[in-house]
């Protein structure tokens, strides 16, 4: 198939990140149980970097690839205003890469959309309040529901039910608002919105589901030890709370761009065995592991700065594309 | 092999228990490797796994069957469900209550 220059630059950028981000999904995938284990050793806060850091990685390194090498070595060293055959090969890889990309922006979108109309409706029907000293406003909406939870992206809004309001006390509100609020410093909306849009191995097939779920397992746990801050009444109070909540039945279902005092329900007893054992977890503040991963990813990006801006990097990558191009 | 046969509830032969572990292996259900003249046997699965696995498989044959017996499984599942949380967090409930009155005897109210 004969394509005009930009076309070409395209479809191999297309081909290049399908390629690399399943390749390396791939990998993520085999070491995605040692992944956990490791994590689980860890305390949640770090698990939980560790395990999304994991997760976004192939896409990261594809991002990266495509944006730093490809298209610069494209742009630099391929003959302009040239029309050349390729290979069936790279346009079917292509054609993947821009059905992976399209399916993940579709399911991003289509999250904001609903997290958005969400919101819109919890503001419409319930009462919205400016709680002193915090950023964020908090929505209650006249239900029985079990809901309190943080809703959207950018500003993101606590929303609670009366129900909720009614049923705990205020030590156990206290608590779990701390935890919602705990989630609103880590930025896990944020987070999940990234988990949207990095793609998976392949379009509609979701391997990497296994490190998304132990990645929320671990935020949740995280988001516990803030809210109980090391004291034990507040994480017995915390405890209570969760019971409490539990025991208005099922969790009203959320859009994806949220985090609920429930999330999973399954770990519920988990959460409040956590929560009662003798010391409670303080969280912890800047722990070495923090500060041992944080020099392995400086050391990983002066790797690729380095690799980028080696002179023969371009000249290597352009003659590697056109190998696969054609 | 050697760890095994004592630990067995009655005495059988040597060879009994050596064919038995041959035929779960061959069955993937347990996993060996050679050392020195002897295999070293051990489970393909964690009892969490193999009990999930179970699970999974009657479900599978229950629901793979005609629509009656699907609701039929579905319907005690949802009871099942439903007395298994109430009990769950009746305990959890429980656990709490201890936690406070332990807090109390400490002296943190």
Redo the contacts between chains.
């Keep these: 198939m004969t394509l005009p220059y930009l076309l070409r630059m395209v479809c191999l950028c297309l081909a290049s990140f399908f390629v690399l981000n399943a390749v390396a999904a791939l990998l993520v995938r085999i070491s995605c149980k040692s992944a956990i284990r490791f994590a689980e050793s860890r305390a949640p806060g770090t698990a939980a970097r560790f395990l999304l850091a994991l997760r976004i990685l192939p896409f990261a390194l594809a991002i990266l690839f495509v944006g730093g090498l490809c298209v610069p070595s494209y742009l630099w060293l391929e003959p302009a205003a040239t029309a050349e055959r390729v290979g069936l090969l790279s346009v079917v890889l292509g054609l993947l890469g821009a059905l992976t990309w399209s399916v993940s922006v579709a399911r991003t979108a289509h999250s904001l959309a609903s997290s958005l109309r969400h919101n819109r409706l919890c503001r419409l029907v319930g009462e919205e309040i400016r709680v002193p000293g915090e950023s964020s406003s908090l929505v209650i909406v006249e239900n029985d529901a079990p809901l309190l939870a943080l809703s959207g992206l950018i500003r993101p809004r606590l929303l609670i039910s009366s129900g909720v309001l009614h049923a705990l006390s205020s030590e156990e509100l206290d608590t779990a608002l701390a935890h919602e609020q705990a989630h609103r410093r880590s930025r896990d909306n944020a987070k999940r919105f990234l988990l949207l849009l990095a793609p998976d191995i392949f379009p509609f097939v979701r391997p990497l589901r296994t490190l998304e779920r132990a990645w929320s397992k671990f935020a949740e746990w995280a988001a516990d030890d803030q809210a109980a801050g090391g004291d034990?009444?507040r994480a017995?109070s915390l405890?209570?709370a969760l019971?409490h909540v539990?025991?208005m039945g099922s969790a009203p279902r959320l859009p994806f761009l949220s985090t609920s005092l429930l999330a999973c329900d399954r770990d519920?007893?988990a959460r409040?065995?956590r929560l009662?054992q003798a010391s409670p977890i303080a969280p912890a503040r800047f722990a070495p592991t923090q500060a041992r991963l944080r020099t392995i990813s400086l050391l990983l990006g002066a790797g690729v700065a380095a690799l980028l801006l080696a002179p023969s990097a371009l000249p290597l990558v352009h003659e590697l594309l056109e190998l696969f191009l054609h | 092999m050697r760890d095994v046969v004592p630990k067995l509830s009655r005495p059988l032969a040597y060879t009994t228990v050596m064919t038995t572990l041959d035929r779960l292996f061959k069955k993937g259900l347990l996993d060996r490797h050679k050392s020195d003249r002897a295999f070293l046997y051990s489970p393909h699965l964690s009892r969490q796994e193999w009990e999930r696995q179970c699970a999974g498989s009657l479900v599978a044959g229950f629901l793979s069957g005609p629509s009656p017996s699907r609701e039929l499984l579905l319907s005690c599942l949802l009871d099942a469900v439903g007395e298994h949380?109430a009990r769950?967090?009746d305990e959890?409930?429980k656990?709490?209550r201890c936690?406070?009155k332990e807090?109390i005897r400490q002296g943190?109210?």
Aim: charged share 25%.
């Design positions: 034990a009444n017995v405890a209570a019971v539990a025991r519920l007893s409040v065995n009662l | 949380d769950l967090l959890l409930e656990k709490i936690r406070r807090l943190q109210p």
